[in-house]
């Protein structure tokens, strides 16, 4: 995308949001994978403007410290305590201006709106220095349009003000065209705006809302409608998160369908927006592919399953498991009920079966874990089988240790194999062997136990 004509950018960030009833700030919610607020600033960051500033006051510190692990060149500005979002904007260009005036425009975002993207801010700007407007506000059209600030235009149209849903009348109440918090004003204009604001409304604050009949008086006041209204509706509480989150939801699983994907169920299936998938995969109901998962194609993922940062190749099935920050390969076969902690790496056609748990294991091609199981810190070579019940015991108390099996192997049922340790290529084990020693390519190895019994143990009242 071409760069936007922007000298700096200020995103709204201090409130607390008290209708999420939440410990932490609104802005730091989650939506698809992404806070709203790294989400809004990586749409503000796409138009690259010269200087990016994000207001904060709520837990301000918390705030700050997100905002820099999204942009480490972001512009923190404190908010005091006088409360508003035109006291927020005010203490954003004192801030930006210490080192002389700014010219130019100016953007200011609202942090709650978290698919407001980077095409519709560039389509704003645009139209914002094409039109030589003073002031562009960003629109939209609802059906409901309750909780926003109403625009009340001129008979020619022009913007006259925007009135706040607690400060409008009924004639006003009854306007359907409503401010998304969104706006671009040239830098001067916005200086001599913001400098009067008055807090005479229901709230006490200082509306940036009010900055706009001072620039209407200074200059001309304009509006962009929102191509997508969904793009730039904001969230006050969690039953409007859910809402717009299973609407955008539907939309990511609509798009992976016309591209080729089979979803069975789209309201049971959650995709986030960096996921990736190939053509002819399947995803069955219920299930969550979080991240960067990456899945080839026809590949068969669910049902009830979740995959967080997970790469499964062409050909693979995943079935009613968690798979994590793990690559599967072509043709492999997971689950059901497996459990794939970070770092295994699976070669191709092999298998972890029911109720098997990996960590950190590489798995060779067409080797199989087939059930009840643990596999940590371990290395299995090509065409090995694991039998049920074998426990590589990876941690002594201090260190974790690595276990390593060779090629063409046969491991008993119910093995324990204890770290550090080496097993060669072509070995097999006696079922319930428990393996401290390294074991040379081509050999059998098995633990022996004495079994002992012990008849009439229980006294007769118990029998």
């Not at 978290?114 to 030589?132: C, I, M, Q, R, Y």
Request: hydrophobic letters at 40%; proline letters at 4%.
């Amino acid at each position: 995308m071409a760069s936007s004509a922007v000298t700096a950018a200020i995103i709204l960030a201090a409130g607390e949001g008290t209708r999420m009833r939440s410990k932490k700030p609104k802005v730091l919610h989650t939506f698809a994978g992404k806070t709203f607020l790294n989400r809004v600033m990586d749409s503000v960051k796409a138009l690259d403007p010269a200087t990016l500033a994000v207001v904060v006051h709520f837990q301000a510190e918390r705030v700050a410290a997100a905002a820099r692990s999204y942009d480490a060149d972001v512009t923190i500005v404190n908010q005091d305590d006088i409360p508003g979002t035109g006291r927020a904007v005010q203490c954003a260009m004192a801030q930006l201006a210490a080192d002389g005036p700014l010219a130019g425009p100016v953007l200011i975002a609202a942090s709650d709106m978290p698919l407001l993207d980077a095409d519709t801010l560039s389509k704003l700007v645009a139209f914002h220095n094409e039109s030589g407007n003073g002031a562009t506000v960003l629109t939209t059209v609802l059906d409901d349009p309750t909780g926003y600030g109403r625009i009340i235009r001129d008979r020619e149209g022009n913007v006259l003000r925007i009135v706040e849903q607690k400060d409008a009348n009924r004639s006003e109440l009854a306007v359907q065209e409503v401010n998304t918090s969104v706006y671009v004003f040239d830098a001067e204009l916005l200086a001599r705006a913001i400098a009067d604001l008055k807090s005479n409304n229901a709230q006490g604050e200082f509306y940036l809302t009010d900055a706009l009949e001072t620039a209407r008086a200074n200059g001309k006041v304009g509006a962009f409608t929102a191509p997508d209204p969904l793009s730039v509706e904001g969230v006050n509480d969690r039953v409007q998160l859910a809402a717009l989150a299973k609407a955008h939801n539907r939309r990511v699983c609509e798009a992976w369908m016309h591209s080729g994907v089979t979803i069975l169920d789209p309201e049971t299936t959650w995709i986030e927006d960096d996921v990736e998938i190939g053509r002819d995969a399947t995803i069955l109901p219920g299930t969550f592919l979080q991240g960067h998962t990456v899945i080839g194609e026809e590949a068969v993922v669910g049902p009830y399953s979740t995959l967080i940062d997970a790469t499964v190749d062409a050909e693979a099935v995943v079935e009613r498991s968690r798979v994590q920050e793990s690559h599967i390969g072509r043709a492999t076969n997971i689950g059901p009920w497996t459990y794939l902690r970070q770092g295994n790496d699976f070669g191709e056609e092999a298998k972890a079966g029911a109720f098997v748990e990996m960590k950190k294991a590489h798995i060779g091609n067409g080797t199989k874990v087939p059930h009840l199981s643990y596999v940590g810190d371990a290395q299995l070579g090509d065409h090995t089988n694991v039998g049920g019940g074998t426990i590589t015991a990876n941690y002594d108390g201090v260190h974790k240790n690595r276990t390593t099996i060779g090629a063409g192997c046969h491991i008993g049922a119910g093995n324990l194999l204890v770290a550090p340790v080496e097993v060669g290529d072509n070995v097999t084990s006696g079922a319930g062997s428990v393996i401290r020693h390294a074991v040379p390519d081509d050999t059998m190895v098995y633990s022996e136990n004495t079994q002992h019994n012990v008849e009439g143990w229980k006294p007769a009242w118990e029998r």
